[in-house]
């Protein structure tokens, strides 16, 4: 099955630990003359600090979500590109946060087929047959962010990420 998965727009912030590679350094240096509780103190600080940047982590990734829904539901499609709104792709917009807690990803996961049923139903064919795409599973947002050969681009993922990213 073929599937367009790597094209997904997906905004990604991280954090970077390693500068603490020379406070360590400096701790150990510390202790070797004679301040053995410099190294306690710089393994405090580094918990602290990944702590910290845990918690801004989940934050960036709940701005990042917050801030592409709104730009997708006021400015996105309504008769500019042809894509029209249905508020599938902003409540597909997942965060996932890696298991070290030190990156996030927003990605919207909606497909062409969650797309089509909702327009589907709000037509009110009640249909309830499962709608696939003949190529397997496509997600919409790639079309909606980069567009294709019939539909303008109408990006919502990186012009958000470009605001956060000062943050």
Known sequence: MVNNYDQIPVVT????????????????????????????????????????????????????QEAAQGLERTQVGHGKSGYVPTGTLQGSLEIKISDDGKSVSVMPMATVADQKRTLVAIAGSGSKKPITSEDGVDYYGVYVEYGTYKMAAEPFMKPTYSRNEAR
């Open 13 to 64: 912030f991280s954090i970077d630990v390693d500068y603490f590679n020379q406070l360590f350094e400096t701790a150990r240096g510390l202790a070797r003359n004679g301040m053995p509780e410099a190294m306690e103190e710089a393994n405090k600080e580094y918990r602290r600090a990944v702590a910290l940047s845990k918690a801004f982590i989940k934050n960036a990734g709940a701005r990042e």
